[in-house]
């Protein structure tokens, strides 16, 4: 079945960019039945979505991180990449990707999740 | 932008029914959709387009989505099913309630 990994820096300077990379494995990230996307956790706290992908390469984010987010997705590795700069505290959190049904928007299978500290 | 709001916390007793709720302007008028976390894991998909179960899912869990409200049902309440529950719907972007932490005693 179709599995997700994210992988990146566990930490980042406030200010920076943060870059991570989630690889799709099991199947393919160009099946145009569905969306990809980041989510974020802070610890003990509720989902933020950051944005989504589709094979087109059409994007969309969340309004409250638009300025600062880049998601971009590479069908040869099978690979989809977030870029979030100008970092702070506020950032730190677990990224998770998903693979995100089009149209309907659920999230049907998620990565482990990735911790980033900003300090 | 577009809100959904959540209890806090729902309690229920061994055997019998949780019921969690999920507030948003016309939200029946959208697909709902349910998440199952528990500590130190990721989300897992309960519940997509209101009241459908992913496959592996027990058929305790059932929702629906009407009005203002939807609603994710546990009936049978199981120890296992302690977790945060996250509604989420889509209105020009996902949209994620604030979780209900379900104890089960």
């Known amino acids: 079945q179709v599995q997700l990994q994210e992988s ?17 494995s099991g199947g393919s990230i160009s099946n145009g039945s569905y969306y990809w996307s980041w ?20 994007t969309n984010y969340n309004p409250s991180l638009k300025s600062r987010v880049t998601i971009s997705i590479d ?14 505290a506020a950032d730190t959190a677990v990224y998770y ?19 980033v500290t900003v300090s | ?23 948003g302007d016309k939200l029946g008028d959208k697909y709902a959709s349910w998440y199952q976390q528990k500590p130190g894991q990721s989300p897992v998909l309960v519940m997509y387009q209101d009241d459908k179960r992913p496959s592996g899912i027990p058929e305790r869990f059932s929702g629906s989505n009407s009005g203002n409200t939807a609603t994710l049902t546990i009936s049978g ?10 509604c989420q ?14 104890t089960v005693l």
């Open chain 2, 89 to 102: 719907a889509w209105d020009s972007s996902v949209v994620f309630g604030g979780g209900t932490k379900v």
């Open chain 1, 8 to 24: 990146g820096p566990g930490l980042v300077k406030p200010s920076q960019t943060l870059s991570l990379t989630c690889t799709v």
């Open chain 1, 97 to 115: 990707c998903a693979r995100t049904h089009y149209p309907f928007y659920y999230m049907d299978v998620w990565g482990k999740g990735t911790t």
């Open chain 2, 1 to 23: 932008s577009y809100e959904l709001t959540q209890p806090p916390s729902v309690s229920v007793s061994p055997g019998q029914t949780a019921t969690i709720t999920c507030s």
């Open chain 1, 75 to 88: 069908t040869s590795k099978n690979q989809f990449s977030l870029e979030l700069n100008s970092m702070t």
């Open chain 1, 39 to 58: 989510i974020r956790q802070p610890a003990g706290k509720g989902l933020e979505w950051i944005g989504r992908i589709y094979i087109s390469g059409s």
């Open chain 2, 77 to 86: 309440s199981q120890a296992m099913d302690e977790a945060d529950y996250y």
